[in-house]
């Protein structure tokens, strides 16, 4: 599958036919979750309707982590395999799996006010978090300083690799530091300690997003394939005009 899709006109081709698919599955998934959560989750009884901000805010939380595994895997395809569209892939995750973080930590901050009487804790959870999203503005920044796509991916993948060690410290923060942030409740040896009536759907809205994460990447892919050759086309007439001109 991955050798068939290394073809870049013929990830176009299968993309094309599966966007609109994934698109819609996305905004009808999102509409069921919701529902789910305005009509049929309860109150918590002691955050009262605050709670509601865990359906947005634990699904962006699992989606930056999920987005850097997605550019940590293509860093490796870019650097060991050389796999034509891994680099492309690696450029399309970054800002979604920055969007994903920032929308972690203004949640977390709303969430937080109410339930510890402040915005911002520097607890080892929300650190490693805001961490990640420095990573990853370097990582876009890095991507537009260098100008060739090339160098500019080999350089990238080195740093989204070195980046990845983080990704360890963000999961595993609430259990190696006693903080703030309760302990992992959903993903756990002993199995969730959330209620279904509350975890079925914050399970729905975590497909959701991840659908509308799917959805935005393989955009972003087609994009910047259609970016690149409108630049390899450009530099050829340039070339070929200066070929006329001599």
């Known amino acids: 599958m991955i050798r068939e899709l290394a073809n870049p006109t013929r990830f176009m081709s299968l993309s094309g036919t599966l966007l609109p698919w994934v698109g ?9 979750g919701l529902y789910m959560v305005w009509f049929t989750a309860p109150a918590d009884y ?15 939380a699992w989606l930056s982590l999920f987005f850097y595994m997605i550019m940590a895997s293509s860093a490796l395809g870019t650097l060991v395999w050389r796999h034509p569209l891994a680099d492309v892939s690696q450029k ?21 006010k109410p339930m510890w009487g402040t915005y911002w804790q520097w607890d080892a959870r929300l650190t490693s978090m805001l961490v990640m999203l420095l990573i990853y503005l370097g990582i876009l920044a890095l991507w537009r300083a260098i100008e060739e796509p090339n160098r500019a991916a080999r ?15 963000v ?7 006693n903080t703030l942030h309760q302990p992992a409740s959903v993903f756990r040896l002993g199995g ?6 509350m975890l079925v759907p914050l399970l729905v809205m975590a497909v959701a997003f991840t659908l509308v994460g799917v959805a935005l990447h393989l955009s972003g892919m087609r994009t910047e394939i259609l970016r690149r ?16 001109a001599a």
């Open 24 to 32: 819609g599955l996305a905004a009808l998934v999102m509409a069921v």
């Open 46 to 60: 002691q955050q009262g309707e605050t709670v509601k901000i865990m359906y947005i805010h634990v699904p962006a």
């Open 92 to 112: 399309a995750a970054a800002p979604i799996g920055a969007a994903f973080t920032l929308i972690c930590l203004v949640t977390g901050s709303l969430w937080g």
């Open 155 to 169: 350089a990238v993948s080195i740093l989204t690799l070195v980046g990845a060690v983080n990704v360890p410290i």
């Open 171 to 177: 999961k595993f923060s609430v259990d190696w530091w």
């Open 192 to 197: 969730p300690t959330i209620h279904s009536s």
């Open 229 to 244: 050759r409108v630049r390899t086309l450009t530099i050829l007439e340039a070339e070929r005009l200066d070929a006329q």
